[in-house]
């Protein structure tokens, strides 16, 4: 295909156009919102709309620069191969540090021109603040990819290659590479918006609730996207990686994590301040800490001081990142501090256990489960820059310390729901709790008799038990109160408390999703099964009940790797199946890169590596094999978390009528002239 050689001057100038709009965009807002000019805050949202289409556009830029192979840019030289497929070449857009600062651009800037155009129609004064924080966001990282991250550079014409490097082998080696960095980039960039009102209510002086109304559906798009992209880079980890595990508090897989934790705290607390007027201080308190960590990730990610298979090499925008958390740190608390009499809660905490006081239980467990992961990722950091020492906290650390953690949040989680709001009766608390505890105490004799060794492992299935029916308990009450007061048939009432309430009701979805998570991870790490062997064509070995066959060792040759693949056939215990790991070769790697073969299935995933073989006459192969049960679950849990997240975010069947706000806005005082 012949390079377009105007899509790199075609992304470059569009790149440099949308910097000054950003900042007159920053500028016109700030004024609008001071002065209440709605021609300056009409000028803020064209500024806000034409620099979304010049980003984009510099994205398709550089789309059409890798799918062309227009090896003059340094960014497609040294991420993109004539033989690179088609699909792996669209999609190294983010394979590289420049690439991925870019789609975030991309992304921050369609956040914006949302703020702009549907955000100051309803409440004009709040989101245009809003947007003038939107716009100094995205002036930042415009700055960066027009200067130390500008992912259009040229090549001198006697530097361009006939080829390029291609994308790192990791990066080309599965699919799921289309999907993990955009899920995570869109969930960090949209926590943007909670950030950018927050900030807003803060300068303005609002004591109300407005700035959670207009960001409530944004903070729970941005959480869910997180999850279920932390769920995708598990699964990518799983399946590239040839190690047979999905999680091993790598420093960038906790910095993905700790905004999800921080979020999902939020998320809960939103609803005391809804219904009780309570925990204002937290919740300000965690939309500054989410944002906040989702760019202390991104420099994690992207400044080369940790050692990632997920990081980018070492670059010049790491002190640029620093500089800029420290501003967001500084401006965040600052604003915080400031008006914090205003922030001041309508009651006090009801009883130790009333609805209220186990999310405020819930959020001291997230923020110190947050905490945890911070230390023990930040601290060698920490250590080698004042000592000099390299030092390493590996998983029994995190284990230790957070798989008490998630066993507490786990009871809250089922104990919750069941509580009434103030405070609950002990006949309340029998009536409400007796069967979720006979279902727990079920969950653990079954844990028991299928041989799960540990007292974490039996604990979590316990668990898993009681939320569970906690959940069944309260879809049970909910269907049974719509037929007694509509006359609606057990299907149509189980469909309306969806359509209806689904705020409520797919957050159970959304907790249902959780427990398979936690059962999917508490029974593989405990009962996964790890064999090896060398064998010869014909030869065989057993793990876990199942054989595993190999057949034949072949070469195989494709346009943009080679491999050396062991075809094997697994029976045993129902199942008869393939596997083929193999050894990919790629131009720009030294050695082979292990691809697993996997055999997945609802009960167990047979987990196939090809550790060595005979090079000459390929007389024999050593195949290592991990029978790991219901590892299945853990991805399906993923989309159960995420169609909850959806069906919470659906506007309901007949919307209700706006509640009064905790302060009421004095008349007129947000209403500008048309």
């Known amino acids: 295909m012949t390079p377009l050689a105007w899509a790199g001057d075609a992304g470059a100038g569009a790149l440099r156009a949308a910097l000054p709009l950003a900042l007159a965009g920053l500028v016109a807002a700030a004024y609008a919102a001071r002065t209440r000019d709605a021609r300056l805050l009409s000028s803020a949202r064209w500024c806000a709309l034409v ?27 040294d991420n993109n191969a004539r033989e690179t497929p088609l699909f792996y070449s669209a999609i190294s857009l983010w394979a590289a540090l420049e690439g991925s600062i870019l789609l975030w651009a991309a992304i921050l800037s369609g956040a914006t021109a949302y703020v702009a155009w549907r955000g100051t129609r309803a409440m004009p004064r709040l989101a245009t603040t809003a947007l003038a924080v939107c716009f100094a966001m995205l002036a930042f990282f415009l700055a960066l990819v027009v200067t130390a991250a500008d992912p259009f550079t040229r090549l001198a014409q006697s530097e361009i290659p006939d080829n390029g490097r291609g994308p790192n082998a990791l990066l080309q080696n599965h699919p799921l590479m289309a999907l993990h960095p955009p899920l995570l980039y869109l969930g960090y960039v949209l926590a ?21 109304v207009a960001t409530r559906r944004f903070a729970l798009v941005s959480w869910a996207l997180l999850g279920v992209g932390i769920v995708a880079g598990a699964w990518w980890s799983y399946a590239v990686l040839g190690w047979g595990g999905y999680w091993a508090w790598d420093p960038v897989e906790n910095a993905a994590i700790m905004p999800w934790l921080t979020a999902t705290a939020y998320l809960h607390s939103v609803m005391v301040e809804e219904k009780r007027r309570l925990l204002r201080m937290w919740n300000v308190s965690l939309v500054i800490a989410t944002f906040a960590l989702t760019i202390l990730g991104t420099f994690l990610t992207r400044s080369g001081v940790v050692n990632s298979v997920h990081a980018f090499t070492q670059s010049a925008i790491g002190p640029l990142f620093l500089a800029y958390l420290t501003a967001i740190l500084v401006f965040g608390i600052g604003l915080l501090l400031w008006r914090a009499r205003s922030l001041t809660d309508a009651g006090t905490i009801g009883a130790p256990l009333s609805r209220e006081a186990i999310f405020l239980f819930q959020n001291v467990l997230f923020v110190a489960a947050t905490l945890t992961v911070l230390l023990g990722t930040l601290y060698p950091l920490i250590a080698e820059a004042l000592t000099g020492a390299q030092l390493s906290i590996g998983a029994p650390y995190f284990d230790r310390v957070e798989v008490p953690l998630v066993l507490a949040l786990l009871f809250l989680m089922g104990i919750g729901p069941q509580l009434p709001w103030h405070g609950a009766s002990r006949a309340t608390l029998e009536r409400q709790l007796t069967v979720p505890l006979v279902c727990a105490a079920l969950g653990a004799f079954v844990a028991l008799l299928a041989g799960l060794d540990g007292v974490a492992p039996v604990l979590t299935i316990a668990l898993a038990s009681f939320v569970t029916a906690t959940i069944g308990q309260e879809v049970a009450r909910g269907v049974r109160a719509r037929r007694a007061l509509h006359g609606e048939q057990t299907a149509t009432a189980f469909a309306n408390l969806f359509l209806r309430n689904g705020r409520r009701y797919g957050g159970y979805v959304v907790h249902l999703g959780i427990v398979l998570v936690a059962i999917a991870v508490a029974v593989s790490q405990a009962k996964t099964v790890e064999a090896e062997r060398t064998l010869s064509p014909g030869g065989s070995l057993v793990a876990a009940g199942y054989t595993i066959t190999l057949d034949t060792i072949r070469d195989v040759n494709e346009p943009q790797r080679s491999l050396t693949v062991a075809d094997l056939t697994i029976t045993g215990n129902g199942a008869s199946e393939r596997s083929r790991p193999a050894l990919v070769r790629y131009p720009n790697t030294l050695q082979a890169i292990g691809s697993p073969g996997i055999a997945a299935g609802m009960r167990d995933d047979i987990y196939t590596i090809l550790v060595a073989y005979d090079g000459r006459a390929q007389t024999w192969a050593t195949v290592r094999v991990r029978v790991i049960p219901l590892v299945s679950w853990l991805w399906v849990g993923g989309g159960v978390v995420g169609l909850g997240a959806i069906i919470s975010a659906l506007p309901p069947a007949k919307r209700r009528a706006r509640r009064e706000l905790a302060v ?11």
């Open 192 to 212: 943007a918006v909670p950030f950018a009102y927050a900030m807003a209510s803060l300068i303005l002086g609002e004591a109300g609730d407005r700035w959670l």
């Open 664 to 674: 009421p806005v004095p008349a007129g005082a947000d209403r500008w002239p048309a």
């Open 51 to 77: 620099a979304f289409a010049l980003v984009v556009i510099a994205d398709l830029a550089m789309v059409a620069a890798l799918v062309t192979h227009d090896f003059s840019l340094r960014y497609v030289a």
